[in-house]
Every structure is written in C-alpha cells, then in structure tokens.
DNA sequence: TTTATTATCGAACACTCGTTCGAAAGACGG
DNA sequence: CCGTCTTTCGAACGAGTGTTCGATAATAAA
C-alpha cells in the first residue's frame, strides 16, 4: 500500500472539486444547483454526498484547498528571502501566477468570500486575513525602509489585492500578456507607484526569474 | 401640474431601488428572495410587480440608474477639461466619490455584472464598455503625451478599475480614511505607477479641489 | 356622486431547491 | 464462495422560489 500517491477516494473528491469549481466560475455559485454539479461531474446527485455534507461545504472545500496551496507556496517561495521590496515581488509573482493557472478556483475565491457562513466562513476568513496581514506588513516594511511616497498602507494593500483580484474580470490568457508579463507590469505599476522612481534600479536584478516560476503548477 | 419634482411614481420606484440595493448588497443578488424586498420596502410581494416586470430587471433598474449617473456626472465634470492627466484625476474623483456615496448600488453594480442574461445584460455592458474605453483611451493619450513607463494600458485600465472597484469589499468609511484621503491616495498611487516620478510636479496644484466634489451627492 | 385610472394586495400555481434514506452494486481479502 | 467495507444510486420529501390573477382600495377627473 504505498503512500506516494493519492487515494482513490482523494483523486474523485478533487475531481469533483475541480469540476464544481469550473461550474461556480461559470454560473456562480447561488444560481448553481447541486443538480448541476451532479450532472457536470457525472455523478448521481445523492452520490455526491459521499464527499461532503453540504453545498456550502463543497464551496468551503474548494476555497480551502486553493487558499491553503497559494499560501503554502507562498511561505516556501520567501523562505530564506530577506530584502521585503524582493519579497513582496516574489509574492505578487506568486499570487497572479497561481490565479491564472487556477482562474476557476480563484474566481470562486475572490467572487464568492461571502457565500459562506457561521464556522466555514471565519476558517477561510481567518486564512484571508493571515494573508493581508503578511501583505501590510511588508509594505510597511518597506515603506519604513524607502521612505514611501506618502501612500497610506492600508490603502496601498488593499489597492494591491483589487489589482490582483480583479483580473478575473478580465484576463483571457489567448488575448493578453502571458503571465510573465502580466505579474511584471503589475508589479512595477504598484511598487513604483508606492515607493516611487527608486525602484527601477533594481529592477534588471529580476529578469528571468519568472522562467522558473511559470513552471508551478496546480496541485490539482 | 409642475414639472419640476419627480411624480410619486417615480419617488417610490426610487424607494425601492434604493432599498433593493441595500437587501442585494447585504445577502447578495441570488439569495436575496422577493419575499425578502417585500419586507424590506413594506409593499405587498404582488405590489412589487407593479413597478417592474421581474426580479432580474429590478436588477437592471439599480445598475442602470446607478452606472448611467456616474458616466453622466463624469461627462459633466471634465466637460472643458483638456489636459489627459487632470482629466484623469477627475474621472478618478468622481468614480471614488460616488461609490463611496452610493456604496450599495456600486456594489451590486460591481459584484453582480454576471447575473443578469439576454438583453438587460447586454445594455449594461455596453455602457460599461463605454466607460472602460474612455479610460483605456484617456491612458493611452497620456502615455503618448508623456512617455509612460512602459506598462502595457489594457494592464493599467483594469488595474486601476481593481483598484477602485474593490473597494467595496474593505473600505469602511468610519474607520478608514475620507473620500478626499482615499482619492488622492489611489490616485497617486496609480498615477505615479503608471508615469513614473512626474506626476509629482504637477501634484500640489490639485489641493483643494476636492473641496467641491466631495458635495456631489447621489440623485437618489 | 359617478366614472376612470392608478396603485395595492391575498391567495394560489407550477416549479426548483438542498437534502435524506434505504437499498443495491462494487471492491477485495479470507 | 463468503462476508465486509466502500461507494453509488433512485425516489421522494418539505420548504421556498418567482410570478400571475382577479379583486379591492385609493386617487383624481367628470
């Protein structure tokens, strides 16, 4: 009985999971019937509930799995990093790169925060804010560092995250930058526009970094 | 018969606009069941129907009221205008300063953009449209004008559409910073992104101005 | 007061929803 | 083959949905 790979049973509930992630992105969540997802994944509809106990528990798995992954990578990608200017890239790298890969996942995360309620909705919440709060701090960080450009933190993170968050409102990657390209422009129209010109010196250091970072794929 | 205020139709059809808005902000579009306007509004569930034809054109009746005003003021406001940066600045000031005022419509605005089909979406969207290109251009004449730093400007139009339209998912006006603070933050924040240093030259000129906007109520 | 028009309502219809339950089929070592 | 545990399913339930319809009440015009 090796360990190496996943359990049957593990394999059908991420298929399931991917399957309704791409009906919620498509339909949203509320105006999607368990009946839909019964039919997307091929499945009957009570079999469905072998795997979870509810709708909005398939909602909480969906989320957890994918806010739990960005996040994971996330810590692994900074480990050892110190400089918070290169961090903070590294995270936006992180993050666009994960939600392009992952546009279904990531649009039932950003678009559907509120669809969940009592012990399910603060599980994520509380990840969320972890998040935000690892963001606010390195822009404060940095601004201590630089000396920023006056720009109120907290406006400046949250300005970050529509930034990124919005992208599901509009990026078809066979029409718009690849991703690459997409995380550098990001990044270089916030940081400069946080810190100021002082940021374009460091910038060549960065090239090619992305190559590598193209290569992390879904878990799914 | 003057002509001069609204007739009680329309005063009432704007009462329950207005009071949808805040039942479909809160619980969202979907979940939000007639029965719980009915409540909300104190009218009959049937007498509803008296103002509109359908749930999903209710809808429609607050995004449009709500959309077609912003454009209308932003149309006003840089009427004479012919530098691209302060009309940017404007555009800017008036999307903030609206959405902070009329933050239940810019929300159902912004959150539910999907949930209306057929017809009723494709009006919307139009205008939307409209509104996005005038931006997307607005940039364009400025990196033209100024040499922009090299952003690509589909990237930059709906970064800074992220920027303000997220706002609706942090900002809360009693604990954070006024429409005023907010505005000139993104908007430096962006600007200087977008431009590089040379915004701020022509930065202090501005001081004031908001002055008189912050006092553009909503129609409603 | 009589008319005509505008506005409101209770009751009901047809339908879809998430979820449950008991049974049956499949997998698999003994 | 057995027995056991895992996985799947059809059928149904009760609750809630958006919408309609005919009748009433309110308002204004004649």
């Not at 935000?132 to 601004?143: F, G, K, Q, S, Y």
Request: hydrophobic share 40%; with cysteine; proline share 1%.
């Amino acid at each position: 009985m090796p360990s190496e790979s996943q359990s049957k049973y593990d394999q059908k509930l991420v298929h399931v999971l991917k399957t309704s992630a791409a009906v919620f992105a498509d339909k949203g969540y509320h105006s999607t019937s368990m009946r839909d997802i019964s039919r997307a994944t091929k499945m009957s509809l009570s079999g469905l509930y072998y795997y979870f106990d509810s709708k909005e528990e398939l909602l909480f798995l969906i989320q957890d799995y994918c806010f739990s992954t960005v996040i994971g990578d996330c810590r692994k990608l900074l480990a050892g990093v110190d400089d918070p200017v290169r961090r903070l890239k590294l995270l936006i790298e992180n993050h666009l790169n994960y939600f392009v890969q992952n546009m279904n996942e990531m649009k039932v995360l950003s678009h559907e925060a509120n669809s969940m309620s009592g012990e399910l909705f603060k599980k994520i919440n509380n990840k969320k804010r972890q998040y935000v709060d690892l963001v606010m701090n390195l822009l404060r960080e940095i601004a201590a560092d630089s000396g920023a450009g006056g720009v109120d933190v907290r406006v400046a993170t949250f300005s970050l995250f529509g930034m990124m968050n919005w992208i599901y409102n509009w990026y078809s990657p066979s029409k718009d930058l690849d991703v690459a390209g997409l995380s550098s422009n990001i990044t270089r129209l916030f940081l400069r526009g946080f810190l100021g010109e002082k940021v374009v010196e460091a910038e060549r250091l960065e090239t090619g970094r992305e190559a590598h970072l193209a290569r992390t794929v879904s878990i799914w």
